[in-house]
C-alpha cells in the first residue's frame, strides 16, 4: 500500500500563486507515476497533471491537462518521496479539492489521464481562488 498526504492549499487571489505537496510512504518503490486531480463542487474530478517518477530514460516527464498547461508546473523530490504542484496565475475556476493519486504500473504516457489510471489516492486539499 501507499499513503499519499496533501499540504498547502488555502485561499489565493485571483492572478496569485499557490504550491501544493504530496508525500508518499509506504511501497513507494511500486510507485511509477504520480499525478494531481481536482474536483469543484458539482463537477466530476478531473486530470491536472502527471509526472513519471522511474530513475529510466522517461522518469521526470510531465503531462498537463491544456486548462492548467502553461500555469501548473509538477516537480517530483525522489530521495523524499515528494511531489509538488506549483500552480501560478491562478483563476476563480481553478477553485477545487486537489486530489494527489499514484499509479503502480508503467509506463506514463500523454493517455494516463483518467481516474482509473491511478490506484491510490490521497484525501484532498482545498484551493480556493477569489476573484
Known amino acids: 500500500q501507499v499513503q499519499l498526504v496533501e499540504s498547502g492549499g488555502g485561499t489565493v487571489q485571483a492572478r496569485g500563486s499557490l504550491t501544493l505537496s504530496c508525500a508518499a510512504s509506504?511501497?513507494?518503490?511500486?510507485?511509477?507515476?504520480m499525478g494531481w486531480f481536482r474536483q469543484a463542487p458539482g463537477k466530476e474530478r478531473e486530470f491536472v497533471g502527471a509526472?513519471?517518477?522511474?530513475?529510466?530514460?522517461?522518469?521526470?516527464?510531465?503531462y498537463y491537462a491544456d486548462s492548467v498547461k502553461g500555469r501548473f508546473t509538477i516537480s517530483r523530490d525522489t530521495a523524499k518521496s515528494t511531489v509538488i504542484l506549483q500552480m501560478n496565475s491562478l483563476k476563480p475556476e481553478d477553485t477545487a479539492v486537489y486530489y494527489c493519486?499514484?499509479?503502480?504500473?508503467?509506463?506514463?504516457?500523454?493517455?494516463?489521464?483518467?481516474?482509473?489510471?491511478?490506484?491510490?489516492w490521497g484525501q484532498g486539499t482545498q484551493v480556493t481562488v477569489s476573484s
Open positions: 493519486a499514484a499509479r503502480d504500473k508503467w509506463p506514463l504516457t500523454s493517455s494516463t489521464r483518467t481516474i482509473a489510471d491511478f490506484k491510490f
Open positions: 509526472v513519471a517518477l522511474s530513475t529510466a530514460a522517461f522518469g521526470g516527464i510531465t
Open positions: 509506504g511501497r513507494t518503490d511500486k510507485t511509477y507515476a
